[in-house]
Nanobody
Framework: QVQLVESGGGLVQAGGSLRLSCAAS????????MGWFRQAPGKEREFVTA????????LYADSVKGRFTISRDNAKNTVYLQMNSLKAEDTAVYYC?????????????????WGQGTQVTVSS
């Protein structure tokens, strides 16, 4: 099994920045891709960004391109989400996800492991 633990959420003013972290533990050798999804109140969970561990291919939702950056630290089994130029519409619970043996995709159903989520609130 794999456990994912997010951290770094909080309250920030519009235009500000936050960095989220997601640390993986357990059978991490089985993970080949990790991603971030988010869910705002009353809305469905949506894709934000993802990275394939081998090769480092990155995917981004159009809504965050140029503002958010996903990165990884292989030695620490940790993935990061740097969020800049935050907007009120970025307010959501952000979830880290891990996928076994597959490349990064946009689809939540492709991911096998999920963190508990961390709240990001952007005040306007």
């Amino acid at each position: 099994q794999v456990q994912l633990v997010e951290s770094g959420g909080g309250l920030v003013q519009a235009g500000g920045s936050l960095r989220l972290s997601c640390a993986a533990s357990g059978r991490t050798f089985s993970i080949n891709a990790m991603g971030w999804f988010r869910q705002a109140p009353g809305k469905e969970r949506e894709f934000v960004t993802a990275i394939t561990w081998s090769g480092g291919n990155r995917l981004y939702a159009d809504s965050v391109k140029g503002r958010f950056t996903i990165s990884r630290d292989n030695a620490k089994n940790t993935v990061y989400l740097q969020m800049n130029s935050l907007k009120a519409e970025d307010t959501a619970v952000y979830y880290c996800a891990g996928r076994r043996w597959g490349i990064a995709t946009l689809y939540a159903g492709d991911y096998d492991y999920w963190g508990q989520g961390t709240q990001v609130t952007v005040s306007s």
